[in-house]
């Protein structure tokens, strides 16, 4: 039986590595469809859902893991930049504001699954105009959720952060540690 972390994400691959090094890593091509009257805060961890259900298809003897990680302002969610003029919106609409990133897990296997949403508010400082244009003239924003990453550039643009800077990242690493353990004790195994 393995772990199998279903995720393309380079960062979710290295964060998981802090829990453990013995897993594999898979893109899945899973229809990430959000229900019209879900709960904003719960949309990352329905698509967690829908990642992990689809690793299981291919990987039906192992432990899934799926994660997503979305950027919600008011309650709208921002998914990632299409393009410049949609990423200088996201960037106007963060600008000296507080919104939540909500990064949803899931462990599934076979015979069950847990799954969670961790949520930390992020606020931005005041952007000028000139700072928002230099930030989308960079290649950074375009594969992350709201526009941005915090472990790179865009943490130049945050000034304060209450809850898991992780969760931000896109992987609540203490907290799934803890809810892994906990899974796989419930199966009489525990992380390698």
Do not use: W
């Not at 990430?32 to 329905?46: M, Q, R, S, V, Y």
């Amino acid at each position: 039986m393995e772990l199998i972390l279903a995720s393309a994400s380079p960062r979710r691959r290295e964060l998981f590595k802090l829990i453990t090094s013995d897993f594999k890593a898979v893109s899945t091509d899973a229809d990430e469809i959000l229900p019209p009257d879900i709960p904003t805060l719960k949309a990352a961890e329905h698509l967690a859902r829908i990642k992990a259900a689809a690793a299981l298809e291919k990987f039906r003897d192992d432990i899934v893991i799926g994660c997503d990680t979305t950027v919600i302002c008011g309650d709208t969610i921002l998914g990632k930049p299409q393009n410049k003029e949609q990423c200088r919106q996201f960037m106007n609409l963060l600008s000296d504001h507080t919104h939540q990133v909500a990064t949803g897990c899931c462990i599934m296997d076979n015979s069950g699954s847990v799954s969670f949403t961790s949520v930390t508010d992020v606020r931005f400082r005041k952007l000028s105009d000139e700072e928002i244009e230099t930030y989308i003239s960079t290649d950074e924003p375009y594969d992350k959720a709201g526009g941005y990453g915090i472990q790179g550039k865009g943490a130049l643009l945050i000034e304060e952060i209450k809850g898991d800077y992780f969760t931000v990242v896109g992987l609540p690493v203490s907290r799934l540690n803890m809810k892994l353990k906990e899974f796989l004790k419930n199966k009489d195994l525990s992380l390698r």
